[in-house]
T-cell receptor
Framework: NAGVTQTPKFQVLKTGQSMTLQCAQDMNHNSMYWYRQDPGMGLRLIYYSASEGTTDKGEVPNGYNVSRLNKREFSLRLESAAPSQTSVYFC????????????FGPGTRLTVT | KQEVTQIPAALSVPEGENLVLNCSFTDSAIYNLQWFRQDPGKGLTSLLLIQSSQREQTSGRLNASLDKSSGRSTLYIAASQPGDSATYLCAVKSSSGGSNYKLTFGKGTLLTVNP
């Protein structure tokens, strides 16, 4: 039982390049989330998916797209990376029957130069 | 819009001291409140989750309380150890305004426990 896994752990991009961050969970959770964490800003929600086939915008969705590929996987895509997207990205999934407790992945550190 | 504030932003204590971290939130219509620990360069580890109907939760040396009406939660750490050094984050899951799936985070308290 790996919980929430993310790939890659680190990535450096040049401005304008694109990439996809991958996330998978093995806890059979319906809900999944993408956050970014920046110094002094805390964690902010980018997108979330309440169930397979649905996605919704969070606080800071501009410049990102997401795909809920199946129940296990939720990917985040940067189509044209900008230096302002330099951040640590966390994926999370949520137990959605009783406690709605969220579980986080280890994060992806992205630098855009 | 829910806002979560954590005070202090940083705290340094000697080993063995009991300490309290504070979290306040502006909208009392919450489903639950979750305390996380984050070590440098790592992800978030869930410590305690308090449902809106509960007053407190305990795990080992940690005790979290919730006063929904005043919009406050505290995380009490007993007999602190150097291994407790980390950033502690408070997050609230709102139950109003169609935001049932959204966690709002505070900016965290950086705790340093000195040997």
């Amino acid at each position: 039982n790996a919980g929430v896994t993310q790939t890659p752990k680190f990535q450096v991009l040049k401005t304008g390049q694109s990439m996809t961050l991958q996330c998978a969970q093995d806890m059979n959770h319906n809900s999944m989330y993408w956050y970014r964490q920046d110094p002094g800003m805390g964690l902010r929600l980018i997108y979330y998916s309440a169930s397979e086939g649905t996605t919704d915008k969070g606080e800071v969705p501009n410049g990102y797209n997401v795909s809920r590929l199946n129940k296990r996987e939720f990917s985040l895509r940067l189509e044209s990376a900008a230096p302002s997207q330099t951040s640590v990205y966390f994926c999370a999934s949520c137990e959605d029957r009783d406690t709605y407790e969220q579980y986080f992945g280890p994060g992806t550190r992205l630098t855009v130069t | 819009k829910q806002e979560v504030t954590q005070i202090p932003a940083a705290l340094s204590v000697p080993e063995g001291e009991n300490l309290v971290l504070n979290c306040s939130f502006t909208d009392s219509a919450i489903y639950n409140l979750q305390w996380f620990r984050q070590d440098p360069g790592k992800g978030l580890t869930s410590l305690l989750l308090i449902q809106s109907s509960q007053r407190e939760q305990t795990s080992g040396r940690l005790n979290a309380s919730l006063d929904k009406s005043s919009g406050r939660s505290t995380l009490y750490i007993a007999a602190s150890q150097p291994g407790d050094s980390a950033t502690y984050l408070c997050a609230v899951k709102s139950s109003s305004g169609g935001s049932n799936y959204k966690l709002t985070f505070g900016k965290g308290t950086l705790l340093t426990v000195n040997p």
